[in-house]
């Protein structure tokens, strides 16, 4: 059997992370591929826990990503990056939102919210690219592009090329709302730029 | 809800298990389509109302949805209905005697198990049904079986002249896949044939009509035993052969790509004689099924030695990386430490409450209540037994707040003589099964104050319509219930019903402190609609002034997801009394100007935000 592709990607709900998702196996369809997606987001609209998996290839059969088995994790919240670190394959790579949202248990004093996770996750020996998602996505005029510019981010670690993603994005929006199409094509450059920066940072 | 659109031809498309099944129900040639929405099934009927040439609505409760599509097949149209596990308990009334009518149009009951309990309030087993119902039973492993397996659930509907269970699980709703699908075919139906021996089940009519259920069984397994949809993959690894069916397939053979596997898609009634033949090809058998060892329990007593829940969990979801252990020590093979990383411990993030949503208000006043019990009901809602309120006592089944109100107000002691009992219950739930409980409550005198959460919406689910609404599925205008109205002809005095705005908190505190004094019951309907649905308005939002802000923290205890703790501190009081500060700030994109947090705020730290460009936040921003 051919090797599969794993992408687990990961945020709270109302991020955009099953549309993120979606986008990108919209993209492996384009192609050809077999793809299969899944997650579990029964109450995630209430500010949950939600996570997407995307396995593409040959011939999918379990829809679910194993723990230790995801190549590639596209993490829209860093401490829901941290929750799930230990799916990412030991020579996986995690591409981080250094942005946080703090839950009302956080804010109760109940729980705390972890110091750095993306220290954190670099600390069990993963490798982790990390950028500010959501303030790039401010800058270039609304937070709701994020989606789009963790997109751009993850485009050049893809199994495809980087141009076969950007345009499953845009025709997304170019039938929708054909005057986002600038702005998310802006966005997921920005994507692309801020972790081929941070990644030229690290090394 | 968009109105009906144009189909897309037959083609290859990335779609749902719900997707799936939808399409096929409309392929075909469907003329009734009915359901609860319930996760994880919702999608099906939503999907479904989309497609034109066919009824499609939104029914009261699942009990009433199969009984609109067995009225359908009673004039020989295909008919369908759908829900959530949990759902078909509330149509087995129906199911039971259905079986004994047997049907006329091909009918097709989609039935989804919330096995892992994604979003719901328990993990049960649904296959019993076509057991205890003697119905056949289908069992999809994918999107493109779901959509292929509803369209033979109607063939073999009409052929047996018996309802089909299409039983689906979160892991194949909610799992996308690719799908070759085809186009509708239409299907006139045959019209009604007055015949009471048929449907009028009175025991005169019902008795002779009992054998035809053992008959159509058995012409069930026969087919069952020769069924394509019942095969075996040979594997050359011959020292475990597994028996599954459902998602479980899928698992097992991403794991144990080498192992032969005897797969059932038409698992009720089971082919026990195939199976004997495949379990002779093995040295050891290991059934594969997630929840209850039902297949297992039957493949021993008809003598085949078999393994199934001695080696695996009971509960929850059997992916791979639950099977591979379990294989290996059941070879007696050592199971290797993993190589990935441990999993790191992070705070829960349960589901919150949206910002501004409604029932922040009323869990705000109930929690700032003393000796009450607070009966809980099935929706958003049941949130509030969560932090900061814990204002929520009970959850059990739809509508139950109201039944276990009474009981517990009939049933206290001394223990409880000084306790008020109130019932909280959300508009769509109290429609689908709590008027019923509210009006045992009347007619038995309970002392009982009922809280009816009108926010205009299955809120839980996604913002369904139901009758409160007043549009049906495609969001066109129909008949309105009047809850207050209803509420007293369910036996409710007219002074004891208060309808009121729950963003009005001193309103909302004194309406419940005065009904929860008067022995009698009464109902205080909140009235603001969900703040999800597309007709929400938001109002100016709210930010605090830093320098005002005394750190009381009595805002934060409303528990809206936009208001943050910057900065905590202690105090020593005068008293000697140690006290917690929380300084806070609001996340003006996310805030939508209820007001809520404005009201306990002592210091007036809480002022409306200056008028700026507005910048939506990704969070709890409806689509």
Redesign the interface.
């Known amino acids: 059997?051919s090797k599969i592709t794993n992408i687990l990607v990961c945020g709270?709900?109302?991020?955009?992370v099953m549309?993120a998702t979606?986008i990108l196996?919209?993209a492996a369809?384009s192609l050809g591929f077999?793809?299969?997606?899944?997650?579990?987001?029964?109450?995630?609209?209430?500010?949950?826990?939600v996570t997407s998996h995307l396995r593409f290839g040959d011939v999918?059969?379990?829809?679910?990503i194993?723990?230790?088995e995801a190549d590639l994790m596209i993490g829209f919240e860093s401490?829901?990056a941290?929750?799930w670190?230990?799916?990412?394959?030991?020579d996986g790579v995690a591409l981080v939102n250094s942005g946080r949202?703090?839950?009302?248990?956080?804010?109760?004093?109940?729980?705390?919210?972890?110091e750095d996770?993306v220290s954190?996750m670099r600390a069990?020996?993963?490798t982790v690219h990390a950028f500010d998602a959501?303030s790039l996505?401010?800058e270039l005029g609304?937070?709701?592009l994020?989606?789009t510019v963790m997109l751009g981010a993850c485009a050049d670690r893809l199994p495809f090329p980087a141009e076969v993603l950007r345009d499953a994005v845009l025709a997304r929006f170019g039938t929708r709302k054909p005057q986002l199409v600038e702005a998310n094509r802006e966005a997921f450059e920005a994507g692309r730029r801020a972790v081929a920066g941070e990644a030229l940072a690290a090394s | 809800m968009p109105a009906t659109q144009t189909v897309p031809a037959a083609a290859r498309m990335?779609l749902s298990g719900n997707d799936a099944v939808a399409r096929a129900v409309w392929e075909a040639g469907t003329r009734v389509a009915a359901a609860y929405p319930g996760?994880?099934s919702t999608e099906i009927l939503e999907v479904l109302s989309r497609y034109a040439g066919l009824h499609t609505e939104w029914s009261v409760n699942e009990k009433v949805a199969m009984e609109v599509a067995l009225g359908a097949s009673m004039v020989g149209a295909r008919a369908f209905c759908a829900m959530k596990h949990v759902g078909l308990n509330v149509a087995s009334d129906a199911l039971m005697t259905m079986t004994v009518t047997g049907t006329e149009g091909g009918l097709v009951i989609a039935v989804a198990d919330?096995v892992?309990m994604?979003?719901?309030q328990n993990e049960q087993d649904s296959r019993y049904w076509g057991r205890f119902a003697h119905v056949p039973v289908l069992e999809p492993a994918?999107s493109q079986e779901a959509y292929a397996m509803t369209l033979a659930a109607f063939e073999l509907s009409e052929r047996l002249k018996s309802p089909v269970i299409l039983r689906l699980t979160?892991?194949i709703c909610?799992?996308?896949?690719?799908v070759q699908t085809g186009e509708r075919v239409e299907v006139e139906p045959k019209g009604f044939v007055k015949d009471p021996r048929h449907w009028v089940m009175v025991p005169g009519n019902a008795k002779p009509r009992l054998p035809s259920m053992f008959e159509r069984e058995a012409v069930a397994r026969a087919e069952a035993e020769a069924s394509p949809l019942n095969f075996r993959i040979e594997g050359s690894d011959r020292r475990i052969g597994f028996v599954t069916s459902g998602?479980t397939f899928?698992?097992v053979?991403?794991?144990f790509?080498d192992a032969p596997v005897f797969k059932l898609g038409l698992s009720c009634p089971p082919p026990l004689e195939s199976l004997r033949r495949f379990a002779a090809t093995v040295d050891t058998v290991l059934v594969v099924e997630e929840t209850e060892p039902l297949l297992e329990t039957e493949m021993k007593a008809a003598g085949i030695a078999c393994h199934g829940k001695d080696v695996l969990p009971r509960i929850g979801?059997l992916?791979?990386?639950v099977l591979e252990p379990a294989v290996r020590r059941l070879r007696g093979e050592a199971v290797p430490e993993?190589?990935?990383?441990?999993?790191?411990q992070?705070?829960?993030?349960?589901?919150?409450?949206?910002v501004a949503c409604p029932h922040l208000g009323v869990y705000y006043t109930l929690s700032q209540m003393r000796n009450v019990i607070i009966s809980g009901d099935i929706g958003?809602y049941t949130?509030g037994a969560g932090?900061?309120w814990n204002a929520l006592d009970t959850c059990i089944s739809m509508g139950a707040s109201m039944g276990t109100a009474l009981g517990m107000d009939k049933g206290r002691g001394k223990a409880d003589e000084n306790k008020k009992v109130v019932a909280v219950i959300g508009d769509s739930t109290f429609m689908h099964m709590g008027m019923q409980g509210l009006l045992d409550i009347t007619w038995n005198r309970g002392n009982v104050t009922v809280l009816l959460l009108d926010n205009r919406a299955v809120g839980?689910t996604?913002g369904q319509d139901n009758p409160g609404t007043g549009r049906d599925i495609h969001g066109e205008e129909t008949a309105r219930v009047d809850f207050a109205k209803l509420c007293e002809a369910l036996g409710v005095k007219k002074e004891r019903i208060h309808v009121l705005d729950p963003y009005e908190l001193p309103v909302l505190f004194k309406a419940l402190r005065e009904e929860t004094k008067i022995e009698e019951p009464s109902v205080i309907i909140t009235n603001r609609p969900c703040v999800?649905i597309d007709h929400y308005e938001p109002a100016t939002s709210y930010t605090v002034e830093e320098d005002r802000c005394t750190g009381c923290g009595n805002c934060?205890e409303v528990?809206c997801?936009a208001?943050?703790?910057t900065r905590?501190d202690k105090v020593v009081k005068a008293s000697g009394k140690e006290v917690?500060l929380?300084f806070v700030r609001i996340e003006t994109?996310a805030c939508t100007g209820c007001g809520l947090c404005v009201q306990p705020c002592a210091p007036e730290a809480i002022v409306h935000a200056r008028p700026v460009q507005s910048?939506?936040?990704?969070?709890?921003?409806?689509?």
């Open positions: 059997m709270v709900g109302g991020q955009g549309t979606e196996a919209e369809i077999d793809v299969k997606k899944t997650e579990v987001a029964g109450m995630s609209q209430r500010g949950g826990v999918v059969l379990s829809p679910q194993a723990p230790g401490a829901e941290l929750r670190s230990h799916m990412l394959r030991p949202i703090v839950p009302p248990v956080v804010n109760l004093g109940l729980f705390d919210y972890p996770p954190q069990l020996g993963l959501s996505a401010i609304n937070i709701r994020g989606n | 990335f996760t994880p919330d892992g994604s979003s719901s994918d979160t892991r909610h799992v996308k896949g690719v998602p899928m698992h053979r991403d794991a790509p979801e992916a791979p990386d993993p190589e990935h990383v441990p999993a790191q992070v705070f829960p993030r349960p589901p919150t409450m949206c958003c949130l932090h900061p839980m996604g999800l934060v528990g997801p208001i943050h703790v905590r917690d929380s994109s910048v939506q936040s990704v969070q709890f921003v409806r689509k």
